[in-house]
């Protein structure tokens, strides 16, 4: 029901903003707004002189607004950051990756050394020509003896090392066989006219000799001392044949027949095998 003490309804000047022209529906403002037109509306001294009520909704318009405007901008602030967050992080160096290094594969333990094979002692006794079955797979020392020969003496092997002894009558020496790597002896062969003993045992049964050393007839000594070259005499008219095992290879440091006296190539500390029928020495120098 229209109240007779309000203008009735029609556009009239803003109060709010005189420049644009605003609906009354007869109570109230209304949110209707345009501009102001010439012969348009009512003057404002035909508008509604009290405030409407719409004033309060007005204000709460206003708030919201201002709310609004604030979460807009906070919303607008939030999104420069996250930008600049990612320009700068587009522009920041890369995080290196971190790569987990590959453990080392444990060096290989070294192969153990083996425990050097020791030859046992062994005694062949025999009378005249004999062939006796052996086993000897490593480096050992042998030594043959017959007192009581008188006629040719001979001692052979199936090794490496095959004639050992070839000479008249007694005999008493010992000799270096095996010494080439993958030698072996399974075979004595013995010609004698009388008892005769053959003992087979270890190289490590040769002590070490520091210095010079001298004997008679066939021997095998173990010279202790570094060397290059040695002093060498014999005394005797048969074969004088003296090797050495101290280098890389063998070493034929004399071979000769009859007396010998002079200096020659030989390397120690090494096994040396003496040839011979009489008194001799090695001098290391």
Known sequence: MTDPNQP??????????????????????????????EGGPPTQADAPTAEPPKKKRTALWVTLSVVGGLVLIVIIGASIAAANRGSNAA????????????????????????????????????????????????????????????????????????????????????????????????????????????????ISTVPATAGGATGHGDTVVMLADYFTSAAIANTGESNFVVEGYGGTYPELAVNTIGSYQGTVELTGPGFVQVTSEGDWSITPQ
């Open 8 to 37: 009735p309804a029609n556009w009239y000047p803003d109060p709010e903003s005189p420049e644009q022209q605003r609906y009354w529906d007869g109570t109230q403002w209304t949110e209707h707004r345009s501009p102001l037109q």
């Open 91 to 202: 522009k920041a160096e890369p995080t290196p990756s971190i790569v987990e290094e590959t453990p080392e594969a444990p060096e290989p333990s070294p192969e153990p050394v083996p425990e050097p094979v020791i030859v046992p002692t062994q005694t062949f006794p025999g009378t005249g020509d004999n062939v006796i079955p052996v086993s000897i797979l490593e480096p050992a020392i042998i030594k043959f003896e017959c007192a009581d020969c008188t006629s040719n003496t001979v001692l052979e092997t199936d090794g490496y090392d095959s004639l050992l002894v070839n000479t008249i009558g007694a005999y008493s020496g010992n000799h270096l066989v095996n010494i080439t790597e993958g030698a072996i002896i399974t075979q004595f062969t013995v010609k004698g006219d009388g008892n005769w003993v053959i003992t087979v045992s270890d």
